[in-house]
């Protein structure tokens, strides 16, 4: 069993920069893959990003390529995704999500509860 607690979301203007951060229970958090998702209102959950439980591969939804950045430190139980470069259409509550096996963009065995990122233009 994995808990997730995400934080760092906010309001912030075009242009700027948030790091969203994820806190992990347990002690086996180094052996999940982890990623972010995020869902704006009235728009289905979105994959944004992953890393895999070693830290030494990621992937990027297209969208946020070149802006957004997926880390994580095993010994601090902790992901986190630097986003900048923000849009007013990043505007979501952001999810972290735990899974064993391969990185993938999907089938996620545990959520957090979420935090809200707002855009401004």
């Known amino acids: 069993q994995v808990q997730l607690v995400e934080s760092g979301g906010g309001l912030v203007q075009a242009g700027g920069s948030l790091r969203l951060s994820c806190a992990a229970s347990?002690?086996?958090?180094?052996?999940?893959?982890m990623g972010w998702f995020r869902q704006a209102p009235g728009k289905e959950r979105e994959f944004v990003a992953a890393?895999?439980?070693?830290?030494?591969?990621?992937l990027y939804a297209d969208s946020v390529k070149g802006r957004f950045t997926i880390s994580r430190d095993n010994a601090k139980n902790t992901v986190y995704l630097q986003t900048d470069s923000l849009k007013p259409e990043d505007t979501a509550v952001y999810y972290c999500?735990?899974?064993?096996?391969?990185?993938?963009?999907?089938?996620?065995?545990?959520w957090g509860q979420g935090t809200q990122v707002t855009v401004s233009s």
């Open positions: 999500a735990a899974k064993r096996g391969p990185i993938s963009s999907r089938s996620y065995d545990y």
């Open positions: 890393i895999s439980w070693t830290g030494l591969s990621t």
């Open positions: 347990g002690r086996t958090f180094s052996m999940y893959g």
